[in-house]
């Protein structure tokens, strides 16, 4: 099993910018498509981008234009930069392949004034 340990949230102001990003642990393939999710207080986890393995990439409509996903396999990593940062995006943010991956622990986005 792949379990990905993931790291650079922090606290920031609106407008502000993060990298994210995580590495995998385990059976780790570049076949897999991956995506990166999120959790805000009280809602359900979301997909927020997703990368395949030939590097297509999609977005959640809400980070469109403002977020980048991109992935390293030499190194079994994978980024989210994180641009015009608003407060909608506080969240535990993880790194996931459904079906392949068990969810880490998260990294921590807060976007406050």
């Known amino acids: 099993q792949v379990q990905f340990v993931e790291s650079g949230g922090g606290s920031v102001q609106p407008g502000g910018s993060l990298r994210l990003s995580c590495v995998a642990h385990?059976?780790?393939?570049?076949?897999?498509?991956m995506g990166w999710y999120r959790q805000a207080p009280g809602k359900q986890r979301e997909l927020v981008a997703e990368?395949?393995?030939?590097?297509?990439?999609t977005y959640a409509d809400s980070v469109k234009g403002r977020f980048t996903i991109d992935r390293d396999n030499t190194k079994n990593m994978m980024y989210l930069q994180m641009n015009n940062l608003k407060p909608e995006d506080t969240a535990v943010y993880y790194c996931f392949i459904p079906g392949i991956s068990s969810w880490g622990q998260g990294t921590q986005v807060t976007i406050s004034t």
């Open positions: 990368i395949s393995s030939s590097d297509i990439t």
């Open positions: 385990g059976s780790f393939s570049s076949i897999y498509d």
